[in-house]
């Protein structure tokens, strides 16, 4: 197994596929008025996560393990969280069934990010109270897809030009 890096979270788009538009919706010009909070032990995932967010329109906090993920959430409160499974401290599960526990953030989408794509991961994240699943390394497209799916056309809608001005 190839360890992950900065250049290799993300699975890599063939020649063809780069070619073709690999946005399925358009992004905002001021960007989603959406945070999402990324729970990861590794300072690269961590980097690769909020540069990609980021660019893609997204407010990003982040939180080095699960009991700061926890914390975070309930201080942030987040639109969605993607939350990395084996942590110092609690794991990822044990942190989702936590969110899933306190009424503030019972309802947050909660993405478990795993290196191990096995149904048993998957099983006891759904168990946990997840909303869904993605596997490392990351295609983009799936990545995207499960954001989008998980928040919602509401929350999508972008950031409105005007929101600062009183009507």
Request: hydrophobic content about 40%.
């Amino acid at each position: 197994m190839r360890l992950f890096s900065l250049k290799n979270l993300f699975k890599r788009s063939s020649a063809t596929d780069a070619i073709t538009e690999r946005r399925k919706r358009p992004r905002p010009d001021n960007g989603y008025d959406v945070t999402i909070l990324v729970v990861d032990d590794s300072p690269t995932v961590i980097a690769a996560f909020t540069k990609v967010l980021s660019q893609a329109g997204f407010q990003v906090i982040t939180a080095m393990n699960g009991d700061d993920g926890v914390s975070m959430a309930k201080a942030e409160q987040p639109d969605l969280i993607l939350m990395d499974v084996v942590m110092p401290g609690i794991n990822g599960y044990q942190a989702t069934r936590q969110l899933r526990q306190e009424p503030i953030t019972a309802d947050t989408p909660i993405i478990i990010v795993s290196g191990t794509q096995q149904n048993t991961e998957q099983m006891w994240g759904r168990k946990a109270g997840a909303n869904g699943f993605i596997g490392k390394p990351i295609d983009r497209e799936a990545f995207f897809g499960k954001i989008f799916e998980c928040l919602g056309e509401d929350k999508l809608r972008g950031k409105s030009a005007d929101a600062g001005d009183a009507g």
